[in-house]
């Protein structure tokens, strides 16, 4: 393809890498995914990182260790605060477990969570807020840590779009109490499938990791707190204490990680010179409404809503793309309340969705590649501007 949604960004590294655990015999969770985790958790900062399958594990396992860590673990009923664009598995967990959502509408420029309405969803129920930075983009971090502190709740953040990306010097994925990042293949690294749950908190990163495997002891130190060991080996070694999963993640995906860590600083680099290229191309032509950056971006894509001031249909503009072999697709999910797994949800709308219905209906997204797009950005450039003529 020409112009593709993503590519890899593997080289020779991974693939040694690879190579080395297989000649190691040795594939389940071990000294990769340790390595892993403990350079993820120098990278950005944080004291502990958990390695899991996915980044949609990394929500599942967050959410459930909320449940059972701290002094007041979420309860079912509580109420969370959410965007309206994000990801299906962002919502999913809160909804297992019981959770009732409050849908606030996203900015039409940032594509990220109006911070303008948060008061108006807050009710003595609230317990949490939901932070997504969409597509690479920071959001309002620093607003919403301020409003969680002010109020006593948990700020979850699934920053599973955004690895790379910082806002006022600090890495998105860190503002939150549990932070989630994706190493899924078109992501900023990828691991082929994967996830990272990054938190400060020693009693969560424990009660998590217990989670991640079957909810048992075997993987926490004696000392860690959140059980009693006992004398008897026996039992010790098959000793479960929490409603777990078996999220662990390979080996293989482990010792990839470590490699693309090195090179995530490089790829970001790129991927800014690519969206430099492209919002320089864009700007000023008020047929497209390009996401805004807020704070440093790491681009994981190009956004472009049909400004609905103009008549461009959306089907004119995907045919001419699709005839200038130009991938694209909708917007992260789109607005989630438009999804027929709605239905099975506890939740309330705070205010209209007049901007995610607006990216839902007129949207759509491009790749960024962590690699010079200079040719791709320059022909997408010409084929939006014939099609909205
Ligand atoms: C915001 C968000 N959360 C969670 C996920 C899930 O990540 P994964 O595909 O690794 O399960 C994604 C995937 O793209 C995402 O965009």
Redesign the pocket.
Known sequence: MFYDLASSSWGSEEIEAMQRVIASGMFTMGENVRRFEEDFARKFGTKHALMVS??????LVGVAALFHAGKRPLQRGDEVIVPAI?????YYPLQQYGLRLKFLDVERDTLNIDVSKLEQALTPRTRMVVA?S?LGNPCALDVLRAFCDRHGLVLFE????SMGATLNGKPCGTFGDIG?F???F??HISTM???VLVTDDTELYHVAKSIRAHGWTRDLPKSSGVFEPKEDDFYEAYRFILPGYNARPLELSGAIGVEQLKKLDRMIETRRANAKLFVDLMKGDERFIIQRENGSSSWFAFTIILNPKMKTERTKVMNALKRADIGYRII??GNFLRHDVIKYFDYECVGEMRNADLAHDRGFFVGNHPRDLRPQIERLRAVLDEAAR
């Open positions: 996915s980044g949609s594990a990394a929500n994000s990801w299906a598995t962002t997504v969409i699934d920053n599973c779009e989630t994706s190493t899924f078109s992501h499938e994967g996830g992260t999910g």
